[in-house]
């Protein structure tokens, strides 16, 4: 893709016969929020560090704003504010004087948007970061990695620490980003997060690409779970039969079931009856993430 901010393309790395990750190929657009979701050891992290050229593919390649990521990675990564799952900085260092040092370290001024974060995020920038806690120290990962507006910000498990108001504020500063044009990768397990900042995922089984979605058709994809109460006593043979219908369960006056696709159907089967009650849910992003997991990628 001509215009993609990050590409790869079959990216393979393997650790002597370990596999960290094999044949993974996206593209990011510009402007676009892209997650990457998978369990702990799933290969989201490899991918990061190939990206970011600190480690070398075995096969396959992957490019920064049209830029090969090992042989070019200095180039890009003037325009990158990355965030990685575990980072250590000199603890006798405020934060404060952590961020002006990456200033100096990028040849820009970024004081004034540094602590206009730091005051949305409620951060302390003036203690030494050996007296602050995992989430206060997140906090200052987080602003060292945006306060320069970099065009790309990969980030890994951004908000692990936060609470839950911080998550919120966390969202918040995606969408302004997206909404300035520039581009977010991030990594996360926190699936409501997912779900809310993000245009596309791609889900990784144990170093494989399984599915990469829109976060809203991967949804509407996803079975509903119906629940109907009966004014009288409950039938569930007509809803079983049912295209789409599964996992049918009868308690009483009431039918439960999942349905995949359009539940026309169903409504119309019971526009037939008297009915006391009816709800259709949407599953969560968790719920369909859990389920592609275990099914191999097939909803």
Not at 164 to 189: D, Q, Y
Not at 226 to 247: H, K, M, Q, T
Not at 258 to 270: F, L, M, P, S
């Amino acid at each position: 893709m001509a215009d993609a901010v990050v590409e790869t393309r079959n990216l393979t790395k393997f650790f002597g016969p370990h596999r960290g990750i094999e044949g993974v190929s996206i593209a990011v657009r510009p402007g676009e929020v892209y997650g990457l979701l998978g369990p702990n050891g799933a290969g989201k992290s490899t991918a990061i560090r190939l990206l970011l050229g600190l480690i070398k593919p075995t096969a396959g390649g992957s490019s920064l704003f049209g830029s090969d990521s090992w042989s070019r990675r200095e180039q890009a990564h003037a325009r990158i504010g990355m965030l990685p799952s575990e980072f250590a900085y000199e603890d006798s260092l405020t934060g404060r004087e952590m961020l002006q040092f990456f200033a100096r370290l990028r040849g820009v001024d970024t004081s004034a948007f540094a602590n206009e974060l730091a005051e949305r995020l409620q951060a302390d920038l003036d203690r030494p970061q050996k007296d602050l806690s995992r989430g206060n120290r997140q906090k200052i990962g987080l602003i060292q990695a945006l306060a320069h507006k970099p065009d790309l910000a990969i980030m890994d498990e951004p908000t692990t620490g936060l609470d839950p108001l911080m998550r919120e504020e966390f969202i918040k500063l995606v969408a302004e980003i997206r909404a300035e044009g520039r581009t977010v990768l991030l990594s996360s397990h926190y699936m409501a997060e997912v779900e809310q900042c993000c245009d596309r995922v791609a889900m990784i089984r144990e170093g494989e690409l399984l599915e990469v979605e829109t976060v809203s058709s991967l949804l509407a994809r996803a079975p509903k779970h119906v629940r109907i109460v009966f004014a009288g006593a409950a039938d569930p043979e007509p809803f079983a039969a049912l295209p789409g219908v599964s996992d049918m369960r009868a308690d009483g006056r009431a039918v439960e079931f999942q349905v995949k696709g359009h539940i026309d159907a169903v409504v119309a089967e019971t526009a037939k009856h008297a009915i006391v009650d009816f709800v259709s849910e949407r599953p969560s992003l968790e719920h369909t993430f859990v389920q592609l997991y275990r099914d191999g990628g097939e909803l």
